[in-house]
């Protein structure tokens, strides 16, 4: 009895260091997002147009993209050969540490051209950490899984993206409703980068007391670490990492055109007031995290790549409502577009905590997973609410929503080229 104690116990610690991770990733991923939205343009860059100034904002939320890759190479490399528990110590420690020191960062009417240069570095540490955060995240989670629920386990790394984008959301709603417009953007808008400290501080306290997982510690036994392990990834798991590159593309087009994109268009282009845009958006990521617990419950019952499949044939539809829906003119069509589009992430984003792991051995898992995960949120997401944003105003939202289509589509083609080793591979 007290060994089943023990066990589930650390079950419970193992998960709830794998969420917390994660929720800080999306907490501080998403406060840039909105403050991008909202308040970066005029704040930090210099144009002749608001349009411009909006564009270059959104382009710096694609600079955290260069640096994913970067940090999933560097990250997978130290945790495929000392071990997880450090290394997702020090991607959070990064990661939270650029996100702590945007909150102290002068304007460009104050430093000039300084402004957006450190604004851009800053958001490139933290895509820096984040490269080895979710891989080392998802590897805790299905490593420590028991036999039959890699699936369920998989899926609370993912799990965080909800519960971070509801603290972010919920603390711009409340910030919303304590400050007008010019208070929010002399200096509320600072608030949400210093609070992430909090959750930085709880993400440490959980890991340090982790230890390592048993597959990595049964592949240390077994043989010694590869001495690059991102080189013997390419030798030999190149189909399997171009595969799961591109089956990360859904998730990441759905996730910044129906948060970071939709918060602008519908607060600037629509007239929707701020406070109900946000609103919607905070009960429209209750629809994701129950897709998320469902897909993680069906991958256990079918097959990580099956519930992505279907993820994916559902997204495709989902963009082409985003014209009728998201531009029809009342905040219901607009809650109704967000919550299909975010249940729909659920399943193509859910089931990647398991599936991607499932594609490697675990002596290149960490650099594998991280890799394929990071590289295709540069593709799906990198450039997603600046490519929207500029369909839009050319074309109009239905074109903005055929981005989804698309990406979705490429990400079926890659479900489709690739089955993994099996849903319960060490």
Known sequence: MAAMTSGYRGNGRVLTASLVGTAVEFYDFYIYATAAALVFGPLFFSASSESTQQLFSYASLGVAFLGRPIGASVFGHFGDRIGRKSTLVASLLLMGGSTILIAFLPTYQTAGWVAPFLLCLLRFGQGLGLGGEWGGAALLAVE????????????????????????????????????????????????????????????????????????????????????????????????????????????????????SFALGYGTKTLGHSKEAFLGVQLVAILFMAGGIALAGSASDRWSTRTVLIGGCLASVVIGLLMGPLFGGGTLLLVGLFLSLALLAMGFVYGPLGAFLPELFPARVRYTGASLTFNVGGILGGGLAPVAAQWLAERGGLFYAGLYISAAALISLVALLAVRPAGKDTA
């Open 144 to 259: 420590n899984a028991p036999t039959g629920y890699r699936g369920r386990f998989g899926m609370f790394p993912q799990l965080g993206a909800p519960v971070g984008f509801i603290a972010a959301n919920g603390l711009f709603l409340i910030l919303g409703a304590l400050l007008d417009d010019a208070q929010f953007s002399a200096w509320g808008w600072r608030i949400p980068f210093l609070l992430s400290a909090i959750l930085v501080g709880l993400g440490l306290w959980i890991r340090l007391k982790l230890t390592e997982t048993p597959a990595f510690a049964a592949a240390m036994a077994e043989a010694p670490p590869p001495s690059v392990p991102i080189a013997e990834l390419f030798r030999s798991h190149l189909r399997a990492t171009l595969a799961g590159t591109f089956s990360v593309v859904a998730c990441f087009a759905i996730f910044y055109l129906t948060t």
